[in-house]
């Protein structure tokens, strides 16, 4: 029996030939990525709990910075100051300011055939390159980063054929959303949701990392893009090599087997306060339901092509004066290039208030958290009760370019009706 993409990088991970479903292996990881969400706990157990601590290898080791930054509060500063401490004391590479934990790491280290552990449930984006990454606690983080090791049980794996092209006005947030739609929240329970065909390939690696994001919102161990030229071109540019290239073999078995048409798909938006909540942009936009705040950013949707996606909406136009519309570049980087590109200053003219590169709201802890029965549409990872801020108020989920549009708009609309 042949394997998987998944089964494959286990196998590589764990050092035998073969891995199937339900076997449980110890394996070796090739990074390590934690952020100020939980780093300051696994730092106390490190400190207080272990008899000989001690960090494997720290060039494996990344510490990123962006829940919280710049600190929002003095407990905030001291946890922060825990973590520097911490990275300097161990020779930890650590990043703080540049942008969103998974970004940095897609631009810095993530290789295709890699298992790699993160200690934040969307570590399954760098599946975009081809990789098996996935979220674990900070205890699970701890014995990783002290051994160098860890243990999986081996998932099934549910397989989706992309074919086509999306539509102009359609990205690659609708697709998965309507996906997670279609399955449900636990459709992909402990799975590893792999996407190829023609449809996949078209994509870029950026639009593939959103889909891998928010695999976890299925319930998924893992999602995985088969890897391709467009793969190895990334790798290049960034400074690094592709090479181990795996796809699954011909006799491979899924659990299931999933096929979309690209350009059956419309843009969506997820009511509260679930991620599987879904609804067609068409059948919402009638209600003209009114919004306080749009939010383009987070680890999802806030690359170039989404700014740029939102700017292409606003330019030239105003926000509505009921509106706070908040934008967060996901690294500095991306920041950069939309300056260069002149996105920046679209958004800016339109009324945009642009953040540093970070978490933001979609982490609902430092910036532009939402109040009593407000509404916010977001291009953020979730929309559960309280995730932006008081528990009564309400997060609709929808591509940035609709997120743009409801900005003008004052109420959830798409960009053909603000043109």
Request: glycine share 10%.
């Amino acid at each position: 029996m042949g394997m998987t993409i998944g089964e494959k990088i286990i196998a590589r991970a764990a050092g035998v030939e073969e891995v199937k479903p339900n076997d449980i292996h110890t394996i070796t990881l090739d990074r390590m990525m934690s952020n100020d969400g939980t780093t300051h706990l696994t730092v106390d157990m490190f400190n207080n709990d272990l008899k000989n601590p001690h960090i494997a290898d720290p060039d494996k080791v990344v510490f990123i910075m962006d829940h919280n930054v710049p600190s929002n509060s003095p407990k905030t500063a001291e946890a922060h100051k825990k973590m520097r401490n911490f990275a300097r004391e161990q020779g930890i590479r650590l990043y703080e300011g540049q942008g969103v934990c998974h970004q940095i790491m897609m631009e810095d280290y993530v290789c295709p055939g890699e298992m790699i552990f993160g200690a934040d449930s969307h570590t399954t984006s760098y599946g975009a390159l081809g990789a098996f990454g996935t979220g674990v606690g900070c205890t699970d983080f701890l014995y990783a980063m002290t051994t160098g090791t860890s243990w999986v049980m081996v998932p099934e794996t549910i397989r989706f054929n992309l074919h086509g092209k999306l539509r102009e006005g359609v990205f690659p947030r609708d697709l998965i959303l309507t996906i997670i739609g279609d399955i449900g929240a636990n459709g992909a329970t402990y799975k590893i949701m792999e996407f190829g065909g023609d449809g996949a390939h078209a994509l870029s690696v950026n639009d593939r990392m959103v889909l891998c994001n928010l695999t976890v919102e299925a319930g998924a161990k893992a999602g995985i893009v088969e890897p391709d030229e467009k793969v190895v071109e990334y790798c290049k540019e960034h400074g690094r090599e592709a090479v181990h290239m795996f796809r699954s073999d011909e006799d491979a078995h899924f659990a299931a087997v999933y096929e979309y048409d690209l350009d059956q798909i419309e843009p969506v938006v997820v009511r509260p306060d679930f991620v599987d909540n879904f609804a067609t942009l068409k059948e919402v936009e009638p209600e003209k339901i009114a919004i306080d705040q749009a939010f383009v950013g987070s680890c999802n949707n806030g690359r170039v092509e989404d700014l740029r996606a939102a700017a292409d909406v606003v330019r030239g136009k105003k926000i509505s004066p009921k509106v706070r519309f908040l934008v967060a570049p996901a690294s500095q980087a991306v920041y950069i290039e939309a300056l260069k590109e002149g996105i920046i200053t679209d958004l800016m003219e339109a009324g945009a208030m642009i953040m540093n590169a970070n978490c933001s709201v979609c982490w609902g802890s430092c910036q532009g958290v939402i109040g009593e029965n407000e509404v916010l549409i977001s291009t953020g990872t979730r929309n559960f009760k309280g995730r932006s801020g008081a528990p009564s108020s309400k997060v609709y989920l929808a591509s940035a370019a609709t997120c743009a549009a409801s900005a003008l708009a004052g109420y959830i609309t798409g960009a053909d009706s603000v043109k």
